[in-house]
């Protein structure tokens, strides 16, 4: 029997794993960057024993493009959206795609409340971010800033942390992240990384320690803490670089 220790259990019997689902964008790649070859031969090598399944914050399209089509079911913008790979037209075929009411007015009368809190009142482009399905993008230096300017902004995270319980306050009906590099994204309650994972189990019949969860954003306000601390077997990662080493260390070939 082969059991690893997981980012914060004891120990995890890899006999009962059926599924294994993965976060992108500092889990498989960088940043909006491409899924790398090294990485898609571990998915590959994975996926002839195990389940796999994308779990992410944003479209279900955006993830499949930037992991370069690759054959794997996609649960999108945290549960509200969910497309099949179909090896035969080698598309996702969406089995749903929840799109709920969005009060714009009123976002924009909050947001422009709690940046005169947080100290945000110059930024450039636009303040806000409404998407189709009705999740909001809380882009606090504006949605026209430099990309280099963003990545500068709150590295390690501290800045946001830091505002975050403000954030939470102002907007109760949704699920509040730290997201990117410099903004914060929201989630109509219900939705987010467990509530989807744990609808997924449902479906398909499958208990929380049947599927292992892989992300690397587990602290405060990251969008798999919600995964991180429930009772799904959870694997941390903090560079992305070191996923092949990770998965072939917890799951060696020929075992």
Known sequence: MYSF???????VDTHKLKALAFDLDGTLTQHKTKLEKKHQQVLDRLGREYRLLMLGAGECSRIF????RYP???IGNYGMQYGQYNRITKNLDMQFNISLPCDRK????KLTELRKVLGLTQYSGASV???NSGC????LLGTETALDTKLAFDPDRKIRRAMYAEVVKAFPEYTVFIGGSSSFDLAPRPYNKYYALDIFCRNE???HDNVLYVGDDYGLGGNDE????SDFPFLTIDDYTMFPELMNSHFPAGL
């Open 5 to 11: 220790v997981s980012g914060r259990r004891d120990c």
């Open 129 to 131: 971010e409404f998407h």
């Open 106 to 109: 009123s976002v924009i009368l």
């Open 72 to 74: 794997i079911d996609i």
């Open 205 to 207: 019949k499958l208990s």
């Open 136 to 139: 909001i993008t809380f882009p």
């Open 226 to 229: 919600a995964v991180y601390q």
């Open 65 to 68: 493009l930037q992991m370069n």
